[in-house]
């Protein structure tokens, strides 16, 4: 297998750069919020106001690291850059478990995506996972035309109730919304959607094509990165497939997507 094809920076750089997202331009004391701090060694400080130690990780998602700085690089460019969990195993020298994990831990701490979609939407609902290992779930999607921005969400079932509560949700009213012609969709209307549908069996597909492109963009991610998911990490898997189908920039490498999840500590 080859190498990932670029050079990790070295332990002190990540450093550097994981201090200025998380502290900007001097450390400052995840609890208390003050910068009056006493740095105890590379990666440990102390607040002299309220005595409490913290260090570079404590204050974000990273916090418990075991792994070395360029070690976690390495795992982060590789799921940036869709390998598999085996192959980041093989790049970091971790193990596959490890990788799984950190896997897990990226995905989870990707911000949720908010705002309702607006103006001109199309709505479906896909099937992911197998029904007869009982990991079959529905999924409710929706995007924003034209343009890239998706909402997608875990529904027990296709019921009226459910689709609607869903566009009510994630779309503006007053928005027009294309929709296949499953009777569920039959009377959004009445919420204050414009509407207007395709037929599926007539091999109409005009108007949905751009929920379809979103389904198979997802259950390709899935079956490459994946190879399959199980249903209690569908909805973390669901909120990568946002990111990646709406601003897919914050995957080109470890930095952009550490800038887009670590949350600075808070100034006073
Ligand atoms: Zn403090």
Not at 239 to 268: A, G
């Amino acid at each position: 297998m080859k190498n990932i094809p670029f050079s990790v920076p070295s332990e002190k750089i990540i450093k550097a750069r994981i201090r200025q997202l998380t502290f900007g331009s001097r450390p400052r004391c995840p609890r208390c919020q003050r910068v009056s701090t006493v740095r105890r060694s590379e990666n440990r400080y102390r607040c002299s106001s309220c005595r409490r130690p913290f260090s570079l990780t404590s204050a974000s998602w990273l916090t418990g690291m075991k792994l070395s700085w360029p070690t976690l690089w390495r795992l982060l460019w590789c799921f940036c850059h869709k390998y598999q969990p085996q192959q980041a195993a093989w790049q970091a020298r971790v193990s596959l478990k490890t990788a799984r994990d950190w896997y897990g831990r990226f995905r989870r701490n990707l911000p949720q995506r908010t705002g309702k979609l607006d103006f001109l939407t199309c709505a479906d609902e896909a099937y992911f996972g197998k029904r007869k290992s009982g990991n079959q779930r529905i999924v409710a999607g929706v995007i924003e035309l034209p343009g890239k921005e998706v909402r997608l969400r875990v529904v027990p079932n296709v019921s009226q109730d459910i689709l609607e509560g869903f566009l009510v949700k994630h779309v503006e009213r007053d928005s027009m919304i294309y929709t296949d012609s499953h009777k569920s969709y039959q009377s959004i209307e009445w919420l204050g959607f414009a509407h207007d549908t395709d037929n599926h069996e007539q091999n109409q597909l005009k108007k949905t094509v751009p929920i379809e492109r979103v389904w198979s963009f997802a259950k390709w991610h899935m079956r490459r990165m994946y190879h399959h998911v199980w249903a209690k990490n569908l909805p973390e898997f669901l909120c990568e497939i946002e990111w990646r189908f709406s601003q897919s920039e914050i995957f080109k490498n470890p930095l952009t997507f550490l800038t887009e999840t670590l949350m600075p500590v808070p100034s006073r």
